[in-house]
């Protein structure tokens, strides 16, 4: 089964950072946008950031620009959200996904073609 992979997620203070990491299991990302999405149980799912196959554009919510930063090293077959400056309002779950088309991830989180199962932020003093 086609599967996108997330880790590093963990407990952060206010002001710190981490790296989140997307893998992709049984196919190659180079053909896809992929983009990060944060989702609570009960709470409404919040795209966060997206960047294109082809040549590198990227997209930030308004939340996280500046703060957050969105790479794929394609020879790893990895996307990556290095994340600084963390605040508390950034916990959440935080999901990959892969599109087809990078205007489908800028749009909305939704339209993906595959997605993770999440890792969990903790941004807490």
């Known amino acids: 089964q086609l599967q996108l992979v997330e880790s590093g997620g963990g407990l952060v203070q206010p002001g710190g950072s981490l790296r989140l990491s997307c893998a992709a299991s049984?196919?190659?990302?180079?053909?896809?946008?992929i983009g990060w999405f944060r989702q609570a149980p009960g709470k409404e799912r919040e795209g966060v950031s997206c960047i294109s196959s082809s040549d590198g554009s990227t997209y930030y919510a308004d939340s996280v620009k500046g703060r957050f930063t969105i790479s794929r090293d394609n020879a790893k077959n990895t996307v990556y959200l290095q994340m600084n400056s963390l605040k508390p309002e950034d916990t959440d779950v935080y999901y990959c996904?892969?599109?087809?088309?990078?205007?489908?991830?800028?749009?909305?989180?939704?339209?993906?073609?595959?997605w993770g199962k999440g890792t969990l932020v903790t941004v807490s003093s």
């Open positions: 049984k196919f190659t990302l180079d053909y896809y946008a």
């Open positions: 996904a892969a599109y087809r088309l990078f205007r489908l991830c800028v749009e909305g989180p939704n339209g993906m073609d595959y």
